[in-house]
C-alpha cells in the first residue's frame, strides 16, 4: 500500500526566514537554547523539578540489580513484643527487617531477622538470646 504525506505548507516559500522573526533568530542550534535537536527546553525542565527530580544530575554507572533495602525495627520495640508472647514462646522471627540497638531487651530471646547492627547483636547476647541472620543458618 502507497503511504501517502500530506502536503508539505507553501506558506514561507519564497521568504528568508521561514516564520522565525529575523534571520538572526534561526541561525544553527542557537535557535534552540543551547540543548542541541531537543526544541523547546523549559516544559521538559519544570516536569523534572516538579515531579522527577531524583532523574537529574545522575552519572556514571548504575547497577542493575539494587541492594535489598531493610525495614529497621529496634530491640524497644521486639522487647515489647516479647510481652505479649505466650509464656513457653521465645522466639520471634522478623523476614525483611533489620536490628537496630535502640531500647533495652528484658528476657532473653531467640531473634531471627535478616540483618542486624553489631551493637544490637552484643546487647541480645548480653541478655542471655541468640541473634541468627536468616539465609545465613
Do not use: C
Not at 539494587?66 to 505479649?84: D, F, P, R, V
Not at 553489631?118 to 547476647?125: F, L, N, T, V
Amino acid at each position: 500500500m502507497v503511504v501517502r504525506k500530506q502536503k508539505r505548507s507553501r506558506k514561507y516559500f519564497g521568504t528568508r526566514r521561514w516564520g522565525v522573526g529575523n534571520i538572526k533568530n534561526a541561525r544553527g542550534a542557537g535557535d534552540r537554547g543551547g540543548v542541541g535537536r531537543a526544541g523547546a527546553r523549559k516544559h521538559n525542565f519544570t516536569y523534572m523539578t516538579s515531579k522527577a527530580r531524583e532523574e537529574m544530575h545522575r552519572r556514571g554507572f548504575h547497577p542493575w540489580r539494587q541492594s535489598t533495602k531493610y525495614n529497621e525495627i529496634t530491640l524497644g520495640k521486639i522487647s515489647s513484643m516479647a510481652e505479649s508472647l505466650k509464656e513457653g514462646d521465645s522466639t520471634i522471627e522478623l523476614k525483611g527487617y533489620k536490628v537496630l540497638s535502640n531500647g533495652v531487651l528484658t528476657k532473653p530471646l531467640k531473634i531471627s531477622a535478616s540483618g542486624f547492627s553489631k551493637s544490637a547483636e552484643e546487647k541480645i547476647k548480653s541478655a542471655g538470646g541468640e541473634a541468627l541472620v536468616i539465609g545465613k543458618q
